[in-house]
Structure formats: C-alpha cells, structure tokens
C-alpha cells in the first residue's frame, strides 16, 4: 500500500484540551480511524526556538516527543483538516513510503 510515514516532534509539558499534547494526538487519530502511532521520548533535543529540551533530575518534564505514524492518503487528509480545525502548532515531516504486512 503506498502513503506517508508522518512524525510530529513537540515536548512533553505541551498540553491541548487538558491532555498532554502527544496523548491527545494518540486517542484524536486512534478515533479517526488511523491504525496506529507510536510516541518516543527523546532525551536530549532542539526546536526551532534554538532551545535545548531534555530531561534533568529536577525537570523531568522538558523531553523532547515524536509521534510516528504511517497513514494512507485518505487517512493523511483528515488528519491534517483535524490538526488544522483545533489550530494546533506542530513541526512536522511527511514521506512517502511503502506499507503494509507480511506474514500470517
């Protein structure tokens, strides 16, 4: 099946509507029907602010976050009208890839 792997990298003390910025990310495309997404908590980055994020013994909250994903075209188009509609901020990248399961 032909798409896009699609990430978005934010940090970990982002929050929208009440929940953690990653988490509402998760359970918005789990609804809309996406087929999975995988969040990664990266230990040491820097975002366009030119900030270092990272995780210190008395800030544990600072991480850098990615949110992976593979969707298929259609999937891709809802999902950027959903991120659109909230008016959410978010650095992405979009490739196009080749997917799909092999095996029983």
């Known amino acids: 099946m032909k798409g896009y792997q699609v990430q978005f990298f934010t940090k970990q003390d982002l929050f929208h509507d009440g929940k953690h910025l990653s988490d509402w990310l998760i ?7 996406i087929r999975g997404a995988t969040v990664f ?13 990272s995780a210190h013994m008395f800030d544990m909250v600072d991480h850098p976050v990615q949110i992976t994903m593979v969707v298929n075209e259609d999937e891709c188009d809802r999902l950027f009208a ?5 008016k959410l901020h978010l650095f992405y990248v979009k490739l196009p890839v080749e997917f799909g399961k092999i095996g029983g």
């Open 41 to 53: 908590i990266g230990e040491t980055g820097f975002g366009q602010d030119r900030n270092f994020h």
């Open 82 to 86: 959903l991120l659109l509609k909230e």
């Open 27 to 33: 359970d918005s495309t789990r609804s809309y029907g």
